[in-house]
Nanobody, 123 residues
Framework: VQLQASGGGLVQAGGSLRLSCIPSGRTFNYRYMGWFRQAPGKEREFVAAISYSRYTYYADAVKGRFTISRDNARNTMYLQMNNLNPEDTAVYYC??????????????????WGQGTLVTVSS
């Protein structure tokens, strides 16, 4: 199973981007899909996650600005990012797996990862 993340780019502060995550190969209905990001020199951090039933979870830093969604029929996932700021600059990775509820924010709980897409927000 491979996940393909796309939609990154360069945007000015206050702008918007929409990321997509599409699986290829053998697919199944992942219990959770999520987005993580890694800025230069920093650890990879949790951004958002969504369950198969579409319960959503967000990091405090993006709550109210980012919206995660998924299309179960296509096993695809999206991240709508609004009101971006330079602190959002990072490589964004999509992930999928079957973590238990208490682990949805932990990157080690996800078994499948995409290659990442770069988001750069200029001030």
């Amino acid at each position: 199973v491979q996940l393909q993340a796309s939609g990154g780019g360069l945007v000015q502060a206050g702008g918007s981007l929409r990321l997509s995550c599409i699986p290829s190969g053998r697919t199944f209905n992942y219990r959770y899909m999520g987005w993580f990001r890694q800025a230069p020199g920093k650890e990879r951090e949790f951004v958002a996650a969504i369950s198969y039933s579409r319960y959503t979870y967000y990091a405090d830093a993006v709550k109210g600005r980012f919206t995660i969604s998924r299309d179960n029929a296509r096993n695809t996932m999206y991240l709508q990012m609004n009101n971006l700021n330079p602190e959002d600059t990072a490589v964004y990775y999509c992930a999928a797996g079957t973590p238990i509820l208490s682990q949805v924010r932990e990157r080690t709980a996800y078994g499948y990862w995409g290659q990442g897409t770069l988001v750069t927000v200029s001030s």
